[in-house]
């Protein structure tokens, strides 16, 4: 009985994770115990003292809307990708060919929406 | 398979288009246009129901013509079916009387100088006339129905003070009858699918089918409830005074001229054809609710001191003789509910009208009236007549009827007590007749108060004029036609009458019925004279 | 089965130790690249002292990748203010591992028989011992061998992101925030190109299985050129490449963590051999990254004529080797291949300035991606002709 | 094949078309009234193909166990097509640019994927496509705070019922090893744990969409921030279709004893539920909410059904109420423009007396007083739950639709008090005679249904 | 339990999850999750299903629930943004301006 490549798959997860336990392993054992202070408590600043200690807000709301358009692309790129796999058929060939023409059509019609809306500006 | 009716389908379609070209109508002042084209309308059904009464039974009017049968949901066996019949020939010329009188009655009070009154007064017509020419089980239910909305409506935008809430009881009271009404509906028509495999709810295919115990003691009820609250019988009319009270007069005349007739006439049409064993089962049950009708409207009316509540609460007690008659299952009885139906309609609907004239003359202030005999004479005669109608004075309508419901009711009582069934029929009976020496009470107090008395300083009422004067002629005539010689409208009616009490249990005291209907025919002339010298 | 294990246990250790191995070693390409653009000496300063004698071995300064690693070893791991101290923790584990795992789909030797590695006339009891060992089984020399290979891949290194943005959001620290929005925002917007670009090779290749894909490269074109993706799909080639570097968040688009301006970005309240942990991911990143373009575009372990038997020449002349020979060579070839492409992305690094943010993104959406479109539809059209014609 | 690809699926085609064409003129800014004009004839267009569809009987197998042509899907998609015109036509007057139409008709399209599919995968894809652009219409020009909030909520709980409906069908597909509906009918009538489980799922994933009681929530939020002219279009064309939807999986087919129970109850709970919290709303939208939740309740009723008329029953009723609500919205923005508060119907009758009456009729209908088709409608579905042998439960229901006679009588009292002093109004600036065109072309619509109730029974029988 | 059931059953588990997740997480972002966690849990389902009973259907519906489950996030994210920008929170109980 062969192996499955996903067991072999399962493996080579539990060796990566492992080796990122290692060398994270490793450092606990070598380096120094660590012994907080306050200057290393806080946030880096360059140097000069944080203004306050959480000084950050939640994700600006103006990155989401790329996050839209990686979604809706990307997954476009997901269907294109069975697409492709049975692009090589010879007796759909045709049907392929202007099915995925067809496809792109609505893709770019949409991406020229996009564009033409402002999407893809930053400043 | 649409047969030609056409006779009917004028009838019907004559007051509908009438109401659809209301908005088209040229503005006038006072919407005058508007009236006298309601009026022509009504006047051209009147011509017609008078026609089709006259004509009916005889050979000169062939029942094809009064037969419309339009398929409507086929499917279903839903037709659009009218058609005249013995039972609902009085009704069909009762609305087409009341419509243009109380039109007419009403020519100067500012609600119907409104279209909108005019539009849906024409929309009730053709509706009632709907309700009462249904030969559709399903086409009853819905005309059963619309005949709220424009009644609705009136109420609503021409009522009195508490017009919102009274209209929303009515509308609801009603409606919450209908619930079980519907069920009852659907109930024939599955029995129809379960017997004969179709869909079916034309009345005569209805009425062939046998029902058991349940399912009749079902639509009884069903059908009970929803007339018994259209009536009002008596636990179910506490809707009754608020819109009485609240409607336009000439609303409260039509509703209870014409609409509270619907419930009568729906016993009479559903209830005992379609349930005849339960209907027989309960009948003094029901009698008995009648018989509590007759006396509680009687002795509220007896209290009230508002005319107008008055008038509403002897309503309750003269529909009560109306179920009392038809559940007394005797031939003579039923004649007598049915006249009783047409006489009730005509008497409490000029009494209503006179009313709403006083009221137009002195607004609220005609609660407080008297002497208006010496005020305005037409106009105290003219309410004594009807007030003498409602009393059931021998010789009017009133007497006729009242006199044939009791009499066939005593029969019936007697009958059971004879066959040791009980006396409840019996003091049943006893006690309804009771209820006219009440409504003569009453009613006499009620004329003696706003006629006679001390003259009061600074009340003018300006008379009857000629105008407002011809409007009730017609009722008045129909009062003392069927007063005095009921025979011909009775034969109207009798086949049909006759085939109500075709019940086994009936059989022996049918011949019975003959015999009163025909002996108030006999004083004819001397009544007239008395009528005439008041 | 234990033959299987074994097997592949020992490519799940050659994989790590290979990646490991020549991501220490890019880091010392790195500071020699640097110091031959700037003009410098550099990486000269750590040597290795033979003991008892005072003979140092500097070897070019190879020995700062060790050097380095070791200091991030033994360094206090301390943590400051976080967010959310179990993000913080995790996020380098999220950073490193699905950049080890992506190896796992990229064949980086041909079919292995370990029956016939060992070459019976020289060594017959050993070779015996093989064969009745392993029989005639013979393995592609991949960590596994996943039908989907190309997805799992795409799949894998999406995970990356997750640890670069948690990494940023949960260290407390404007830098890192701003700089795990950027490497975010920068690699899922370059993923669509890159994406788009692969589409096209899968046109092309008909699969998505990446040893098929290298199988199908060993053929040749016109029968004189090796039909390498690159070839095939030269545009192709530049869009990924440049996609890879941005998904490497290198320069010129490593706007996430530039020094410059956000310190050291994401990452820069980590410390000691957490911090050295996404330094090594980045290197990693760029072993696999050239693993990836090798396997898609160069041809992968394919030497131009070498097939399992030995060379091939146009000209009908064959050269015959043993399969351990041919084993070896097809590894060399991909190591070497991987170093090269290595070396070029550096070589990028050290010769293009850095993007502005907008300009990046602009560059990615409006430029990048549409071109992959064009390239794609373009592939489509070819791909029916030659179907049909 | 390519015929009937081509031919059967013409509608969808045009429409597919369409949303194309504008999507092209949005980016080239045509002028607005190109796409309105473009939207309307692409509809009747659409319609026109339907109906010469059904002339001809024609029937067919597109692909095999998934996408099929038959008369219910070309009277489903003749209702979606001809409400979308209604809507269409109603919305002209409303600041609609070429995005609503987009979305208007995208979510038509899904409508017509829901009713084309024979299996479930087109199915899920046609609820998705339905659905998804609501949720931007809510927000599309869309000044109201709360407009966000209220197309949140309602895609995230009907997110939840994609999932259960979604998670149902694995089931189903574990047990029968294929995705068409007709073998999850046949899987389900016979029963097992898997399949009743995966049933319930659906269902409670349809219920969910459509707004029936304990799954109801979302719907007063979202109908109440919606603009007038969307919520019209939520309660009536996403709705139908998704009652539709739900037919197309069930079809005539007889449930079982306990899903007829669960069934009644639920869709009993949502008559009185919806009927009663009605009663107490000020504002037209919220309780448009309402009686749509009451309304889904007596859809659903028609689910009791064991005597295979609910597919006619369920056709009319949802025919007759989209057109209904569709032109009870048309009418209230004659009346009170964008404002939804009821009271600006206070004696609006004196007014504008046509409008008044023709919603006064609306509302009506929707009450259920006859002969207004709304009646006819709620007839056929109690006729058929009564024939099933369930008179307690339709009398019930009939107290829920008399209780719902209330609030809807409420809207009319309101209309024709003549005692109140009528609330100044805003000086509409918007050109209100395409919303008087919509309200106009919905009661010709109505008086067809009331007119000839049999209509569906002839078209499914193929009279 | 063969490794089908197991699979089904850890699908429901995570289906359950999911759908507490929906009902009791009050962060926007963490409910959007917890709906990708149910479309996953579904996704697990029909893969497990698929290759149980070796045919096509069940993995077909996978590409089309991702295709739906992006779309309806990214609809989401947009109408999330737009909220935010209102409002500046994420909290679902800071958005009660609409009452049932």
Known sequence: MDMSPYFSFFLFLLASVGFVGLIVGLNALLGPRSEPSAIKLEPFECGSNPLQQRNVRPLSIKYYPIAIFFLLFDLEAVLLFIWAVSAGNRDMATLSLFSFLFFMGVLSLAFIYIWKEGGLEWR | ?534 | MIQDLIVYLIFMGYAIAVMAGVATIFTWVERKQSAIMADRIGANRCYLRIPFTNVKIVAWGLIHGIADGSKMLLKENFTPTTYDRFCYNLAPWLALAPVLLVFSAIPFGGTLVPGKLIDPASFPQLSQIMVNFFGDKSYVMQVARLDAGILVILAISGIGILGTMLAGWSSNNKFSLLGAARAASQMISYEVSMGLALISLVVTYGTLDLNDMVVWQSGLLFGVLPAWGIILQPLAFVLFLTACIAENKRVPFDLPECESELVSGYFTEYTAMKMGIFMLSEFIEIVVVSALLVTVFLGGYNLPYLTDAGFVLPMGKTIALSHATVVLVQIVTFLVKVFLIGCFQIQIRWSVPRFRYDQLMRFGWKFLLPLAALNLVATACVRWFTLKG | MATDLLYGLLPEHILLGLILVLMLLEILSVDKRAGSALFIASLLAGAGVLVMQLQTGYTADIVMNEIRIDRFSEIGRLIIVSCGAILGVYSLSSEAGHKYWILIASSLLGAMIILDSAGFISLFMGIEILSLPGFALMVLNNGKSTASEGSIKYLLLSSVATALVLFGLSLVYGSTGNLNISSFTAAVATGGVQNLAASVMILSGFFLKASVFPFHGWAPDAYSSARLPVTAFLASIVKAAVVLGLVRILGNAVLNPEAVTVIALLSMLSMFYGNITAIHQTAFKKMLAYSSISHAGYMMFALVDNTGARTEALLYYVAVYAVTTITACACFSILSGEDDNLDNLNGIFRKKPVAAILLSLCVLSLAGIPPLPGFLAKFFVFKTVIASGHLTVAVLAFVASYIGTFFYLGVVLRMFRSDAETVEQPANATCLCWTWGGALLGTLALALFMLLPNIFHWVMTGI | MDRYQFLTTLAGLIFSLGLLGVVLRRNLLVVMMCLEILLNAVVLSFVGFAVRSQTLPGIAMTFFIYVAASCEIALAMAIVVLLVKRRGSLDLGAHQELKG
């Not at chain 2, 026609?51 to 409507?72: E, Q």
């Not at chain 2, 009648?290 to 107008?308: C, N």
């Not at chain 2, 031939?331 to 049915?338: C, R, S, T, Y």
């Not at chain 2, 010496?374 to 106009?379: G, K, V």
């Open chain 2, 1 to 534: 398979m649409p047969s030609n009716g056409l006779l009917i389908l004028a009838l019907f379609c004559l007051p509908l288009v009438g109401a659809l070209a209301v908005p088209f109508l040229p503005a006038s002042e006072n919407g005058k246009i508007a009236r006298m084209w309601g009026m022509l309308c009504m006047l051209a059904v009147l011509v017609m129901a008078g026609g089709i009464f006259a004509g009916f039974g005889t050979p000169c009017l062939p029942a094809s013509l009064l037969d419309l049968n339009i398929p409507w949901v086929g499917s279903l066996g839903i037709n659009f079916h009218l058609a005249v019949d013995g039972l609902n020939i009085y009704l069909l010329l009762l609305t087409g009387l009341l419509f243009p009188v109380v039109l007419g009655c009403c020519w100067k009070r500012p609600e119907t100088q409104n279209n909108l009154f005019v539009a849906m007064a024409l929309f009730l017509e053709a509706t009632l006339l709907g309700t009462f020419l249904a030969q559709n089980l399903m086409l009853f239910f819905v005309f059963w129905e619309v005949v709220l909305i424009p009644m609705f409506i009136i109420v609503l935008a021409f009522g009195g003070e508490n017009k919102r809430s009274a209209a929303f009881t009515f509308f609801m009271y009603t409606m919450a009858g209908s619930i079980l009404f519907l069920a009852a509906v659907i109930m024939m028509g599955m029995e129809s699918l379960n017997q004969t495999g179709a869909w079916n709810f034309e009345f005569a295919h209805l009425m062939a089918l046998k029902l058991d115990w349940n399912t009749q003691l079902f639509v009884f009820i069903a059908v009970m409830l929803a007339c018994a609250i259209k009536c009002p019988l008596f636990p179910f009319h506490s809707w009754l005074p608020l819109a009485y009270y609240e409607a336009p007069p000439a609303g409260t005349a039509l509703m209870a001229g014409a609409l509270s007739k619907m419930g009568a006439f729906g016993i009479i049409k559903l209830a005992l054809p379609l349930c005849p064993d339960v209907a027989r089962a309960f009948g003094p049950t029901v009698m008995l609710f009648a018989v509590i009708s007759i006396l509680y409207g009687a002795i509220i009316a007896l209290k009230q001191t508002d005319f107008k509540k008055l008038v509403a609460f002897s309503s309750l007690s003269h529909m009560g003789y109306i179920v009392l008659g038809i559940f007394s299952f005797h031939q003579a009885a039923i004649h007598g509910a049915l006249f009783q139906i047409l006489s009730h309609g005509v008497a409490v609907a000029g009494l209503f009208l006179l009313l709403g004239l006083l009221e137009l003359r002195l607004g609220r202030e005609y609660l407080n009236l008297t002497a208006l005999s010496t005020h305005a004479p037409r106009l105290a005669v003219m309410l004594m007549l009807f007030i003498l109608a409602s009393v059931a004075l021998p010789l009017t309508s009133g007497f006729t009827s009242e006199f044939l419901i009791l009499f066939g009711a005593f029969q019936q009582g007697i009958a059971a007590f004879q066959a040791n069934a009980g006396a409840t029929m019996l003091t049943s009976v006893l006690l309804a007749s009771t209820g006219m020496v009440l409504g003569a009470t009453y009613m006499l107090r009620f004329g003696r108060a706003i006629l006679y008395g001390q003259t009061k300083e600074g009340v003018g009422v300006k008379d009857m004029s000629l105008m407002e004067g011809i409007g009730f002629i017609p009722l008045l005539v129909m009062i003392i036609w069927i007063g005095v010689n009921p025979m011909p409208i009775m034969n109207k009616v009798t086949t049909a009458v006759s085939a109500l009490g075709t019940q086994p249990a009936n059989a022996q005291i049918q011949p019975a019925a003959a015999q009163p209907a025909a002996s108030p025919a006999a004083p004819t002339p001397s009544v007239k004279g008395g009528a005439n010298g008041h």
